[in-house]
């Protein structure tokens, strides 16, 4: 049987397609696949060192960032309750610090109710508090645990104040009434601590150096006079004999018995010294009024 014939419309519309095609394809030839450029050893070289500085300047506005929100903290200080123009003068940098509680305000001294804290704390060499050698030592060993030294290799947030106290391996003989603690010679030993952030409570990491030991250091009362300046041990004797003097005289507090002085700074080095706050304190309890 023949095959059918198609309408010569058909055909022609057919033919004139196909050949419309050909001479498209003749004069646009299909696209070869794009191949990658290659790129040599050098254009490399620049592509990688304009991605290191773009990465480097994101880093360092990063780190500038940070840098004037840590030095912020330190221009924009905070001020105590002032009683006269020195402590009016004093300024805090506005990092966390203990809380406590004013119980009450004299003209040399205030009573504070202090909470609770977590401190680490090294022995000074020495029998000097404030010996230049000394305090250095003791500082940077307290500050290494707190930028990562520690077991979880964890940095912590600088706080106020560097507390530095006296303490005495004293000599305790008991009898009937009271039990009487004594001073021994060469028992004087002076320690240097630094308040620890209150968000760990007592979860804080333990130090790598076996020098820094990390304690609770309880509810207590305490009486606080402020001074400004550098902080000497001479300053720190005749400050303290000032305000055992004073506290003779108060009608609710009186000095704890074995209460040894207590020195804290809250200033950074480079702080002008008449703007500096430093305190001594000892802790006391109210008089037994009942006699």
């Known amino acids: 049987m023949a095959a059918p014939k198609l309408p010569i419309s058909i055909l022609n519309n057919t033919t004139v397609k196909?050949?419309?095609?050909?001479?498209?394809?003749?004069r646009y030839p299909p696209s070869k696949p794009q191949q990658r450029p290659t790129m040599s050893a050098f254009e490399a070289r620049?592509?990688?060192l304009f991605a290191l500085a773009s990465q480097s300047a994101s880093v360092s506005?990063?780190?500038v960032a940070d840098l004037i929100s840590e030095t912020s903290k330190y221009v924009v200080p905070k001020r105590f309750e002032s009683r006269n123009l020195e402590e009016a003068l004093m300024t805090v940098p506005d990092l966390e610090t203990v809380n406590f509680k004013v119980l009450s305000r004299k003209d040399k001294y205030e009573i504070r109710e202090v909470e609770p804290y977590?401190?680490?704390?090294t022995t000074m060499p020495g029998k000097e508090g404030f010996d230049f050698f000394g305090s250095s030592q003791s500082f940077n060993m307290l500050a290494e645990y707190l930028f990562g030294k520690n077991i979880t290799n964890e940095k912590m947030e600088m706080t106020t104040p560097v507390i530095t106290r006296r303490t005495s391996d004293g000599e305790k003989m008991e009898m009937t009434t009271p039990v009487i603690t004594r001073r021994g010679r060469g028992q004087e030993k002076w320690k240097m601590s630094f308040?620890?952030?209150?968000k760990y409570g007592s979860n804080l990491p333990i130090p790598k150096d076996s020098a820094v030991k990390v304690t609770e250091v309880p509810k207590k009362i305490?009486?606080?006079a402020a001074f400004s300046g550098n902080v000497t041990d001479e300053e720190v004797k005749q400050r303290e004999s000032k305000l055992r003097d004073a506290l003779k005289n108060d009608l609710e507090f009186e000095v704890k018995v074995g209460?040894?002085?207590?020195?804290?700074?809250?200033?950074?080095?480079?702080?002008?010294?008449?703007?500096?706050r430093n305190e001594i304190s000892l802790e006391v309890e109210r008089r037994n009024t009942s006699s």
């Open 46 to 48: 620049v592509s990688l």
């Open 18 to 26: 196909s050949m419309a095609n050909d001479r498209t394809m003749l």
């Open 61 to 63: 506005q990063r780190v």
């Open 118 to 121: 977590f401190i680490a704390e």
């Open 259 to 276: 209460a040894e002085v207590e020195v804290a700074q809250y200033n950074p080095p480079f702080t002008l010294p008449f703007t500096r």
């Open 195 to 198: 308040v620890l952030p209150s």
């Open 222 to 224: 305490v009486a606080v």
